[in-house]
């Protein structure tokens, strides 16, 4: 069974907005899409930009340094010069708790 740990606050994360958090020492980037949150790896797949200081429109996520986009929903590359998906984690949230599963979602 996936375990989860407890990262922010819902209230922390108004819709549209990014926040760089870590789970068991992972930077992780947490999304919220019109309420729903989203958790993908903080470091972008092409050359390692932080992507929780990126921008959020709908589900796609723009990296700061080169611009690579990427779904927040999926972990995969919406837009150049990114060529592989980021890791994509499962969120859970409790009340005002936001809770990210310490594994990646495996993927088909
Ligand atoms: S590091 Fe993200 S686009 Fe280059």
Not at 9 to 32: M, Y
Request: hydrophobic letters at 45%.
């Amino acid at each position: 069974m996936v375990e989860f740990r407890a990262v922010a606050k819902v209230s922390e994360l108004p819709p549209g907005q990014l926040r760089r958090v870590e789970v068991d020492g992972t930077p992780i980037c947490l999304a919220n899409v019109d309420g729903a949150i989203y958790a993908v790896a903080a470091r972008c797949s092409h050359a390692g930009g932080p992507l929780a200081d990126g921008a959020l429109d709908r589900s796609i996520i723009t990296c700061p340094w080169h611009g690579a986009m990427f779904d927040v929903t999926s972990g995969e590359v919406a837009g150049p010069p990114a060529a592989e998906s980021v890791e994509a984690y499962d969120v859970e949230v409790e009340g005002d708790v936001v809770c990210v599963a310490v594994e990646p979602m495996s993927r088909v």
